[in-house]
C-alpha cells in the first residue's frame, strides 16, 4: 500500500506596514464603537484568596494590582499612574454567600434610607437579604509611556474609603487660575495608585494608597488641557455622564478582607 502524503501545510503570511498610521482603509474605513457595546474593566487589588493568586503557575501576588478585563497585573510596589476622569457614590447589592451582584442604588434610593434607618451601621441589607455596601468610585485612564491607553474603574468600599477620601481631601482644595478662584475639572488630576498591607484584628489584607503623580504635590500633578491625557479624561468623564457604558460588577469584586478573604503574609512584599 503506498504511504499517504502528508497534506500541505499553507503558511499564512502577512504584509503590511508596522506603523498603524500607515494604514488608510478609505471608503472601507468602520464606524467607532459606541461605549455601550464596550466593558469598562475594574482595576483590583489582589488579596490571598483573589483567583489571580491561587497555583503554581499564577502570576498574580496579595497586593499586586491587576486589570480585570486584560488580565494584565501591575505592581503594587511601583503602582501605575493614573488620570481621574470622573467620581461616583453608590450602594451595591451583594447576593448572600457570594452569590453575584445583585444591583446599584443611589444612595438617596428608599431601599438605603430605609436600611440606614432601620439596621446597624455599615451592617445593611435590602429586603431580599442582599448587602448593601456603600461604594465610592474612580472612573480613571491608565497611563503606558505618558499616553492615554485604557480606561477603567476603582472601586473603594469599607477600609478602602479611607484612602478614597483622603485623595479627594487633598484635591478638592487646590485652587488655580487668575486669583486662584478655578476649580480644576477631575480629569486634570493624575495620581498613582500603590498598594499598603495593613493588619488589625481580622488578619492582614492590602488597601490601596493614593498619591500626586508628581512629587506627591496636587498642583505639579496637573495636567494642562491640551494633553492628551486631560483630553481622554474628559471624553471618558462624558461618557459617564451619559450612561452609555457596560460593568461587569462581578469582575471588580475583591476578595473580602481579613480571614474570610484570604489572610496576606504580613513578610510578603506588594511585588
Known amino acids: 500500500m503506498a504511504k499517504k502524503k502528508d497534506p500541505e501545510t499553507t503558511t499564512m503570511t502577512t504584509t503590511g506596514p508596522t506603523d498603524l498610521a500607515e494604514y488608510d482603509y478609505g471608503e472601507d474605513q468602520g464606524e467607532a464603537l459606541g461605549s455601550e457595546h464596550q466593558l469598562i474593566p475594574f482595576l483590583k487589588i489582589l488579596q490571598g484568596l483573589s483567583p489571580e493568586c491561587q497555583g503554581e503557575e499564577a502570576k498574580g501576588r496579595p497586593g499586586m494590582i491587576a486589570n480585570s478585563a486584560t488580565g494584565e497585573i501591575y505592581s503594587g510596589k511601583d503602582g501605575i499612574v493614573l488620570t481621574l476622569a470622573e467620581i461616583g457614590h453608590a450602594f451595591l447589592a451583594w447576593k448572600p454567600d457570594r452569590g453575584g451582584f445583585a444591583g446599584r442604588h443611589d444612595p438617596r434610593s428608599a431601599v438605603v434610607q430605609h436600611a440606614q434607618k432601620t439596621q446597624e451601621f455599615g451592617e445593611w441589607t435590602d429586603d431580599k437579604g442582599n448587602t448593601l455596601d ?125 480571614t474570610s478573604g484570604g489572610k496576606a503574609d504580613p513578610e510578603a512584599a506588594p511585588f
Open 134 to 258: 456603600d461604594t465610592f468610585e474612580m472612573y480613571v485612564i491608565v497611563e503606558n509611556d505618558g499616553q492615554p491607553d485604557d480606561w477603567a474603574i476603582l472601586s473603594f468600599s469599607r477600609t478602602k474609603i479611607k484612602a478614597y477620601k483622603a485623595y479627594m481631601s487633598r484635591v478638592g482644595k487646590i485652587r488655580v487660575g487668575p486669583g486662584r478662584q478655578q476649580v480644576p475639572p477631575l480629569f486634570a488630576h493624575r495620581f498613582r495608585l500603590t498598594t499598603q498591607l495593613v493588619t488589625n484584628d481580622q488578619g492582614s489584607y492590602y488597601v490601596p494608597v493614593l498619591t500626586p503623580a508628581v512629587d506627591n504635590d496636587v498642583s505639579k500633578s496637573l495636567l494642562r488641557p491640551d494633553d492628551p491625557r486631560f483630553q481622554a479624561g474628559k471624553m471618558f468623564a462624558q461618557i459617564i455622564r451619559e450612561g452609555t457604558f457596560r460593568v461587569d460588577y462581578d469582575a471588580g469584586k475583591e476578595e473580602s478582607e481579613g
